[in-house]
């Protein structure tokens, strides 16, 4: 019986391959032969790097390009023509021991130690206990998605450059998974049934009322809660993270979509089938489109570019404001505003002997 082609499923970073279009290292995904399992050929697949580079090839589109590659006209029309499968019950879905979330739960990572350098204490706070933010050993964050129910589905673990807040890409992959290192220790089966969820879903049973904001990455939604958090923040994960079957849990909400600059016609055309689908009320904001410059869609900027940006513009004023300081106490505040604000919340004068 003939089996569809399908996407190399994502088994470690030797399962991501150069793209033959960008040439970029570890982003190129395979399709490989339904029967066979084999690579149908190295340039048929698709690109991560959708906003960036949007290759993507067909074995459909290849086969009608190279009709010498199938071996019978059978197989021709099942590439043309959808296959009726036989439906399966549902696998129930894994998760993880909370204990892991409480016992990773620190602000020792390099991404808050980034958040420090413009924000303050008290949003500093809200972050750590809204989102469960998580470190490692080696500094990295740990960003755990948890359910409407608790439930632990996995976390994200991400190195980010401390002084820029941009995140590291180290040849092994800038990406790892919790459950992916509690497979290796033997500590939950190898064959875990991974189902995502949003990063920060959990919060729609603690914030019932409040509306809904959904992002790409956790990165913007942190930032974004903080400088306006009366809103629920919600990150997809990436482009692609943004589908009907996660915003099941937003039925009765009020959702606004905000995503990255080159994303906004993807973005639209998904909030169409979640509309259809999900009892929510959706739109996709054109923010980003109105005020970009040509710069900026070219890096693909997303809304915590611009929130960070205008958040240090303010504190930089607050500090050409207060320069009532010694040499030594107006340095500090200069080097990190969060002093200033810190001095001013609690209404401290500085003592000079």
Not at 54 to 63: I, L, M, N, R
Not at 169 to 197: M, R, T
Not at 326 to 331: A, F, N, R, Y
Request: aromatic share 10%.
């Amino acid at each position: 019986m003939y089996s569809q082609p399908y996407l190399q499923p994502y088994k470690g970073i030797s399962t991501r391959h150069q793209c033959p279009s960008c040439e970029t290292k570890n982003t190129f995904t395979y399709y490989l032969d339904g029967n066979t399992n084999e690579i149908i050929h190295p340039k048929v697949g698709r690109c991560e790097r959708e906003s960036k580079c949007g290759y993507h090839y067909t074995p459909k589109q290849f086969f009608i390009d190279n009709p010498s590659q199938i071996e019978n006209r059978f197989a021709l029309s099942q590439i043309s023509i959808p296959m009726f499968k036989q439906v399966t019950p549902p696998q129930p879905i894994d998760v993880i021991p909370f204990k892991y979330v409480m016992e990773s739960a620190s602000y020792k990572s390099d991404f808050v130690r980034f958040l420090c350098e413009f924000m303050t204490i008290e949003q500093m706070t809200s972050i750590g206990e809204n989102y469960a933010l998580g470190a490692t050993k080696s500094k990295e964050v740990i960003f755990w998605q948890i359910d409407t129910q608790g439930k632990v589905r996995t976390g994200k673990i991400m190195q980010y450059n401390p002084s820029t807040g941009k995140r590291i890409k180290h040849e092994s992959g800038a990406i790892d998974w919790v459950h992916n290192k509690l497979k290796y220790g033997g500590s939950i089966p190898q064959y875990f049934n991974l189902k995502q969820c949003f990063f920060g879903e959990h919060l729609l049973k603690i914030y019932p009322d409040y509306d809904i904001a959904i992002v790409e990455s956790e990165k913007t939604a942190i930032i974004a809660s903080a400088i306006m958090p009366n809103i629920i923040w919600l990150a997809a994960g990436n482009l692609n993270g943004l589908s009907v079957e996660k915003c099941s849990v937003l039925s009765g909400r009020n959702v606004v979509l905000y995503p990255d600059l080159g994303a906004f016609e993807k973005w639209s055309e998904k909030a169409s089938e979640i509309r259809k689908s999900c009892n929510c009320r959706i739109t996709v904001s054109k923010l980003l489109e109105k005020i970009a410059t040509q710069e900026a869609k070219e890096k693909g900027f997303d809304i915590a570019d611009y929130l960070i940006e205008q958040h240090c513009l303010k504190q930089q004023q607050l500090i050409q404001n207060h320069k009532r300081f010694s040499p030594d106490l107006q340095s500090m505040t200069e080097e990190n505003p969060a002093l200033l604000i810190l001095i001013d919340r609690l209404e401290l004068e500085e003592i000079i002997a």
